[in-house]
């Protein structure tokens, strides 16, 4: 088995690794990619397996330790399946709350019924950059998209993602109950599985 005790966690995104942190706990101290270099890769898949792949070898090569990546996204079902992959981009970089403010323009007038969507993460781990097996796992999570965004917890498009399990919106949602049932927590109890940690 790799030796995990040195990971890089190959994301820009403080919100995914203070959630992958939480949920590996302190076995495995993960390193952001950012220490290392500042540049993103361009995620020029299409698909997020390639995506999350991509990212991890470009982690590996960067930082010469084995590297975890995490491609997710929302696909929203009226929107056959978008932002899906472009989740980051949707409204061509302007961030979080433009994505957000873009996807309920988008979803004006469409009734509760035709709301659904889910939340995918793909997780890959390469042990060096040239892997030519990199581990992969996948989580799903579905709920619906809000008319409004609500609550204060979580990134992304957490404050529009209502959460049926909870009856609540995944940035309602403790920081520890999310990471419990989330995506990202599903595609990563099936790593750890993988991995032999569980
Ligand atoms: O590529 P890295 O550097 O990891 O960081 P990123 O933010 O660009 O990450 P992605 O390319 O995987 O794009 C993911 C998008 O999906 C959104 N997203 C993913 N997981 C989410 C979650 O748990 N809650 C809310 N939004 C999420 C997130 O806000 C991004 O817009
Ligand atoms: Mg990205």
């Known amino acids: 088995m ?10 820009h995104n403080a919100g995914k690794l203070k959630e992958l942190q939480a949920m590996l706990g302190e076995s495995v101290q993960l390193r952001s990619i950012g220490e290392f270099s500042s540049v993103e890769p361009e995620e020029t898949g299409l698909s997020f397996v390639e995506n999350a792949i991509l990212k991890a070898r470009n982690a590996a090569r960067i930082s010469g330790l084995p590297a975890l990546a995490d491609d997710s996204g929302l696909a929203v079902d009226f929107l056959g399946g978008a932002p899906g992959i472009y989740s980051a981009r949707y409204a061509d970089g302007q961030g979080d709350a433009a994505n957000n403010a873009k996807l309920l323009d988008a979803l004006k007038d469409v009734p509760e019924a035709e709301r659904g969507a889910q939340f995918v993460c793909v997780l890959a781990l390469v042990r060096h950059a040239d892997d030519p097996l990199p581990i992969l796992c996948e989580g799903l999570w579905h709920g619906r998209i809000l008319t409004a965004a609500s609550g204060e917890h979580g990134f992304g498009y957490d ?8 009856n609540l919106s995944s940035a309602e949602l403790t920081p520890a109950d999310k990471n419990r ?13 993988r991995l032999g940690l569980k």
């Open 159 to 166: 404050p529009l993602f209502w959460v049926p399990e909870r």
């Open 181 to 193: 049932i989330s995506h990202r927590a599903r595609a990563m109890d099936l790593l750890r599985q």
């Open 2 to 11: 790799m030796n995990l005790k040195q990971l890089v966690l190959a994301s």
